[in-house]
T-cell receptor, first 115, second 114 residues
Framework: DTAVSQTPKYLVTQMGNDKSIKCEQN?????MYWYKQDSKKFLKIMFS???????INETVPNRFSPKSPDKAHLNLHINSLELGDSAVYFC??????????????FGNGTRLTVT | AQSVTQLGSHVSVSEGALVLLRCNYSSSVPPYLFWYVQYPNQGLQLLLK??????LVKGINGFEAEFKKSETSFHLTKPSAHMSDAAEYFC????????????FGKGTTLSVSS
């Protein structure tokens, strides 16, 4: 029943490793996002895909690469993890087509800890 | 460029008291403004949004916010706090009513005591 689901919920890994976070939405939405929330709870947008096309790519290190295999999925791959990548990563989705815009639906977050 | 400033990183109220969470915005274009709530270990949930249709916006859980252009403010209020209102609240601004590329404030933690 979960509308926007992220896996894993917790991810602990060492510096230098490569990891992926997966996101799936079953709401039929056409737009998906990745947001990063740092230790001070500050939220910042990273990427957005609309119908599998990248439409927002904020200033994010190119170690971060989003991939959208279809409209229901937006995965985030991170290469060469650094201590500063430790944060909670939120996936979100919405429907934006044909002049109707739904609210953003957020997943419950993935807490990434880099040691 | 757009930004929002939330005044007060932590607000404490007693159950039944008025809740007032402050948000001021800066925008070179007419803003679309949002309030989100985040409960522990959960994602964000939309409380309400201002899209220029009405300056007083009513949201879920008894919250409302008033857009005041002259004060560049969009403060969130609730007449009577419940224990279940304890959470993190975020004000956000966007260039469109869809909430594309939301720019968030730093959040305000609301504590409610009995």
């Amino acid at each position: 029943d979960t509308a926007v689901s992220q896996t894993p919920k917790y991810l602990v890994t060492q510096m230098g490793n490569d990891k992926s976070i997966k996101c799936e939405q079953n709401l039929g939405h056409d737009t998906m996002y990745w947001y990063k929330q740092d230790s001070k709870k500050f939220l910042k947008i990273m990427f957005s895909y609309n119908n599998k096309e990248l439409i927002i790519n904020e200033t994010v290190p190119n170690r971060f690469s989003p991939k959208s295999p279809d409209k229901a999925h937006l995965n985030l791959h991170i290469n060469s993890l650094e201590l500063g990548d430790s944060a909670v990563y939120f996936c979100a989705s919405q429907y934006r087509d044909k002049g109707y815009n739904s609210p953003l639906h957020f997943g419950n977050g993935t807490r990434l800890t880099v040691t | 460029a757009q930004s929002v400033t939330q005044l007060g990183s932590h607000v404490s109220v007693s159950e039944g008291a008025l809740v007032l969470l402050r948000c001021n915005y800066s925008s070179s274009v007419p803003p679309y403004l949002f309030w989100y709530v985040q409960y522990p270990n959960q994602g964000l949930q939309l409380l309400l949004k201002y899209t220029s249709a009405a300056t007083l916006v009513k949201g879920i859980n008894g919250f409302e916010a008033e857009f005041k252009k002259s004060e560049t403010s969009f403060h969130l209020t609730k007449p009577s706090a419940h224990m279940s209102d304890a959470a993190e609240y975020f004000c956000a601004v966007s260039v469109d009513q869809a909430g594309t590329a939301l720019i968030f404030g730093k959040g305000t933690t609301l504590s409610v005591s009995s």
